[in-house]
């Protein structure tokens, strides 16, 4: 698997949870806004084996780990890597995935207690947000479904960025999750241009006002809390 670096303990990944963050190289999407650019080639990092990883990341001071990229989904030794942190003692395990390798990411609910989801936009504009010829939907719905139907903790959110995205879009991502049986909370970040983010990608983006999503938190679905978190 490729890895591209590790922070040893992180307060911010995982609520209230200190973890270890392992960032995997490469990505299968190309959204313009991504922070975390020069990692979506799919040769960026470094090939590592499993039990040299496990190494790398035992005795930090953390509770746990979150697996991000990225996109983790793309290694098919992840649910290895997953049992070996597992078999070696680990606490809480969190994925970010944006869902599009579903049949990788079946096999790795055993090893997770929690997924942050990234709900990139609406159904119809996936493959639009995400730059991709294959329109991906389809996978991300049955990684929402394996989820919501699971043991592990669905955590979806999605970065809504200025002059892209819409609160309307929101809502009707709010609706679909509702639509699919999810009760919950929902997150929204804020886009934030960033060193990591493409310059020539990002010049029609703008960062969001919190007040464009506002009226939102009045009209979720019923067991759904629409958490907005400006950074
Ligand atoms: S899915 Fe995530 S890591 Fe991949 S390009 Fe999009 S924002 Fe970047």
Same mark, same amino acid.
């Given at each position: 698997m490729r890895i591209a670096t590790v922070i040893d %303990?992180? =307060?911010?990944?995982?609520?209230?949870i200190p973890v270890t963050v392992i960032f995997t190289g490469g990505c299968n999407m190309d959204c313009?806004?991504?922070?975390?650019?020069?990692? %979506?080639? =799919?040769?960026s990092g470094t090939e590592m084996a499993i039990p040299d990883i496990v190494e790398s990341v035992?005795?930090?001071?953390?509770?746990g780990y979150c697996i991000t990229g990225g996109?983790?989904?793309?290694?098919?030794d992840l649910p290895l890597l997953l049992k070996a942190l597992r078999d070696d003692g680990a606490g809480h395990i969190n994925l970010n995935t944006q869902g599009s390798v579903p049949d990788v990411l079946e096999k790795c609910l055993p090893y997770l207690d929690s997924v942050w989801f990234d709900?990139?936009?609406?159904p119809e504009r996936y493959a639009e947000i995400t730059r991709?010829?294959?329109?991906p939907w389809s996978r991300v719905l049955r990684s929402i479904k394996l989820l919501i139907e699971s043991d592990v903790g669905f955590w979806p959110r999605t970065t809504y960025v200025g002059q892209l995205m819409n609160a309307d879009e929101i809502q009707r991502i709010a609706n679909l999750l509702h639509e699919l049986g999810f009760q919950g909370e929902y997150l929204i970040q804020n886009y934030k241009k960033s060193t990591g983010t493409r310059e020539s990608l990002v010049t029609n983006f703008e960062e969001p006002n919190q007040s464009e999503l506002d009226p939102l938190l009045d009209s979720m679905p019923s067991g759904i809390t629409l958490k907005l978190e400006w950074r």
């Open positions: %303990i992180s =307060l911010v990944d995982v609520p209230k313009g806004y991504c922070q975390n650019a020069e990692i %979506i080639p =799919l040769d035992r005795g930090n001071l953390s509770d996109e983790p989904t793309i290694h098919k709900m990139k936009t609406i991709v010829k294959s329109d």
